[in-house]
């Protein structure tokens, strides 16, 4: 089944304890993006990879990292959460540009306390 | 900056009524998408529009795209209560920004009996 896949789906965590949020896709995509939703602000973009070794800031990057060392995994990386980061995320994958829909997977709640 | 302005942001319907949920964007863009979220779940990618004058229906739901007025329309026909969820639209950037995602604040869409 063609899938995006996110782990963990809930978490909370401690302000400054680092986590990583993983985002796997098996349909070959090459582009890949994080958002984060916030009530009454949104989707916000964090992040975005055009293919693998590629990747650009969205609208939101602060606190945040990512990698794509392979095609099918784009890492969330929070190297030092803070309650600000309390959101829900959502990780993203398509072919690319064109005309192709996007696949999301199925969203991490964070709550950093 | 691209910005994206949905409205309206809250809509109640009876079902069987027509409406459209406008999209407007401040810059130029050839990408503009529109997608699902039920509440507590994921996003869920409904049209894909790539060009000036695209049109894309699947069942009660229309999509349009006019690049040159920067506007994109989502047309309900005949509501039902199946289609009550939020709808958003997000266009993409080009050039230097392409693969870069903005989002509109969503419509809240309610459908009555």
């Known amino acids: 089944e063609a899938q995006v896949t996110q782990n963990p789906r809930y978490l909370i965590t401690v302000t400054g304890k680092k986590l990583t949020v993983t985002c796997s896709q098996n349909?070959?995509?090459?582009?890949m993006s994080w958002y984060r939703q916030d009530p009454g602000l949104g989707l916000r973009q964090i992040y975005y990879?055009?293919?693998?070794?590629?990747?650009d800031k969205g609208d939101v990057p602060e606190g945040y990292k990512v990698s794509r060392k392979e095609k099918r995994n784009f890492p969330l990386i929070l190297e030092s959460p803070s309650p600000n980061q309390t959101s829900l995320y959502f990780c993203?994958?398509?072919f690319g540009r064109g005309n192709t829909e996007a696949f999301f997977g199925q969203g991490t709640r964070l709550t950093v306390v | 900056e691209l910005k994206v302005e949905q409205n309206p942001l809250f809509l109640s319907m009876q079902e069987g009524k027509n409406y459209t949920i406008y999209c407007n964007y401040s810059?130029?863009?050839?990408?503009l998408y529109w997608y699902r979220q039920d509440p507590g779940k994921s996003l869920e990618s409904l049209f894909v529009?790539?060009?000036?004058?695209a049109v894309k229906q699947e069942g009660r739901l229309m999509a349009s795209l006019d690049t040159k007025a920067r506007l994109s329309t989502l047309h309900i026909t005949a509501a039902v209560h199946d289609l009550s969820a939020t709808y958003f639209c997000?266009?993409?950037?080009?050039?230097?920004?392409?693969?870069?995602?903005?989002f509109g604040d969503g419509t809240t869409l309610t459908v009555k009996p």
């Open positions: 993203a994958s398509s």
């Open positions: 349909m070959n995509h090459e582009y």
């Open positions: 990879s055009m293919n693998v070794e590629v990747t």
């Open positions: 810059t130029t863009s050839d990408r």
């Open positions: 529009l790539l060009s000036n004058g």
């Open positions: 997000a266009v993409e950037g080009d050039n230097t920004n392409a693969g870069k995602s903005t």
